[in-house]
């Protein structure tokens, strides 16, 4: 693989899934003040969303989700910003969400409607193997998956079935193997959806999709296994949401989990959406479509217990946020807008203040970002 230090002026690039259009926007950050410079646009292909960057960052590897089901490995090109297509491989199932585990040798996927999880090889140039490794089946919803910053262990959540998987990783063979125990349950209704690791390795972070929760859960460094601390909500009683409502499973499924549906009061449904953390640990954000916003909590030290701060308006229907490497500035999208917003975030209190808005194509959700020093 081609080295990232490799000579070459130091550079952020700012990539963008637009799902409707069908492309990638590309954009070079400011380092300074977090503007975006358009750069070009990658034609991926309709339902082009998620993605992960690799960790050389010399590939950006995007899910196609129109059949046939695929994902596309893409050069990073750090002089220019663009990307080039390298590879294709084909995907077991419609994956909803994809990450690398830390050594870059496996590209992990989760099939929210296809229940089930798969890891995949990444060879020595970058390429996703044609062949799925491994495919588990899981309870309802696998809606994400990511491996501990050890590359010792993967959790995935299942939004349906109300649960955290949690597996080891064999770095020998690239399988996965069940812990013990091989999942940890969430409150009823809760629905998890995205994870974040923290930069200490010492917490998961979980934001539940129905509910605006961000559970906080200790990571046993020995055994991969995870102990809930805490459950704090994201959406505050004053936004006037009730919880949402898990899907129901078909009716030729075995999950055999109950649903019981909230009472309908006519109000609005949390529908939370994507979770990030500051490199330095200390910030924590989530988004929720319904009000279209972004909150903020506070990450204590050293136990890193969390401390709801506020709320911010935002792009309409916020799919996906991230945080540049240096932590000075958080990216979101909305899926209902044209535009990107950037928030310079306040190194002493995490407060998000506007750096701007930038043109995006239609359907914008999923957001990498790749730093070259």
Do not use: C
Not at 100 to 125: E, F, H, M, Q, V
Not at 301 to 308: A, C, H, N, S
């Amino acid at each position: 693989m081609i080295e990232a230090s490799a000579a070459g002026p130091a550079r952020t690039l700012v990539y963008v899934a637009a799902a409707t259009a069908g492309t990638i926007d590309i954009y070079e950050m400011d380092e300074a003040t977090g503007a975006l410079k358009p750069v070009s646009a990658f034609e991926a292909g309709k339902m082009v969303m998620p993605m992960a960057v690799s960790p050389d960052r010399t590939h950006l590897y995007a899910v196609i989700r129109a059949e046939p089901y695929r994902v596309l490995t893409l050069a990073i090109d750090r002089t220019a910003g663009g990307l080039t297509q390298q590879g294709v491989a084909v995907l077991p199932d419609n994956m909803a969400y994809i990450s690398t585990d830390p050594s870059g040798k496996l590209l992990l996927a989760a099939s929210y409607g296809g229940n089930k999880i798969a890891a995949l090889s990444i060879g020595r140039d970058g390429l996703v193997s044609e062949d799925a490794g491994q495919v588990i089946p899981t309870g309802r919803n696998a809606h994400s998956i990511v491996s501990d910053r050890s590359g010792k262990y993967v959790f995935a959540t299942n939004l349906g079935s109300n649960a955290v998987l949690q597996f080891i990783l064999n770095a020998e063979t690239g399988l996965l193997t069940a812990n013990d125990p091989p999942q940890v349950a969430t409150r009823a209704g809760f629905g998890p959806r995205h994870i974040v690791v923290s930069p200490d390795n010492k917490s998961i972070y979980v934001l539940t999709e129905l509910t605006g929760h961000v559970i906080h859960y200790a990571l046993d460094a020995v055994r991969g296994t995870l102990t809930e601390v805490e459950s704090i909500a994201s959406v505050p009683v004053d936004a006037g949401l009730s919880p949402g409502i898990a899907p129901t499973a078909p009716a030729s499924s075995n999950f055999a989990t109950p649903i019981t549906a909230p009472v309908e009061d006519g109000k609005p449904r949390v529908w939370a959406a994507d979770i990030g953390i500051t490199p330095n640990g200390k910030f924590l954000y989530t988004t929720e479509r319904t009000t279209s916003t972004i909150a903020l909590l506070r990450v204590g030290e050293p136990d890193g217990r969390l401390t709801y701060v506020t709320n911010y308006p935002t792009e309409q229907q916020p799919r996906g946020i991230r945080i540049e490497p240096s932590g000075r500035f958080l990216v979101a999208s909305g899926e209902k807008s044209d535009r990107l917003s950037v928030y310079a975030i306040d190194p002493t209190d995490g407060v998000l203040t506007p750096a701007g808005r930038y043109p995006v194509s239609a359907g914008a959700n999923w957001i990498e970002i790749v730093a070259f020093p």
